[in-house]
């Protein structure tokens, strides 16, 4: 009889375990990514988000920015929006929320490989008909990246990112999420590639 109770305790286990694998994999599938706007971009400190070109510059701004690109210096700050889709529809299920652990990432600018990073607290990914936002904070040099580019040059790419009328269109995050789960965590079979115009 006791033998009989392990089997069945070892076979409840295991359907359990199963199932917990089953649910995982299914969050796995229902977390959608792209980006959203891009916010608070700076250069060297002065916000564009109302700029559209380089005229629109005060003069010390721009002999401070010449001044920074003379000596290999191009600091950029700003915030990119991450949008999570959870399209599970019962909130019922123990599968509805979503919550990402992790979320290491990679940046690309004009398909350049810059920096990587990873969110600092976990994200919660509500089922809703609504998208959650993850903001990823960005701090980079970008003459590091773009070495041969002039001030021109220079500008244009943070105004076509973060200006008045940017856009991520130039931005593409590569991610590898990790979900927790009832067995623990469990990241993404393969990296993702996050773009502007679809969810992936």
Do not use: H
Not at 64 to 79: A, E, H, I, R, Y
Not at 94 to 110: A, M, Q
Not at 163 to 178: D, F, H, R, T, Y
Not at 179 to 186: A, D, E, K, V
């Amino acid at each position: 009889m006791r033998k009989k109770k392990i089997i069945i305790a070892v076979f409840v286990t295991t359907l359990l375990a199963s199932c917990g694998v089953y649910n995982s994999l299914m969050n796995l599938s229902k977390l959608k990514f792209k980006l959203g706007s891009v916010n608070n971009f700076k250069v060297a400190g002065i916000t564009i988000d109302n700029k559209t070109n380089l005229s629109d510059f005060g003069t010390m701004d721009i002999v401070n920015l010449t001044s920074k690109v003379m000596t290999g210096d191009f600091p950029v700050s700003f915030t990119v929006n991450v949008l999570a889709q959870n399209s599970n529809k019962s909130s019922g299920s123990n599968i509805s929320d979503i919550s990402l652990e992790s979320f290491p990432w990679t940046l690309y600018i004009n398909d350049k490989r810059t920096i990587s990073g990873n969110i600092s607290n976990p994200v919660k990914v509500p089922a809703i008909e609504n998208t959650t936002a993850i903001p990823l904070e960005m701090s980079l040099d970008l003459k590091e990246f773009f070495a041969g580019d002039g001030l021109n040059e220079l500008i244009n790419l943070a105004l076509n990112l973060g200006g008045a009328k940017g856009s991520p269109s130039n931005l593409k995050i590569i991610a590898e999420p990790v979900l927790g789960t009832s067995l623990g965590n469990m990241s993404y079979p393969n990296p993702i590639t996050i773009i502007d115009n679809t969810f992936n």
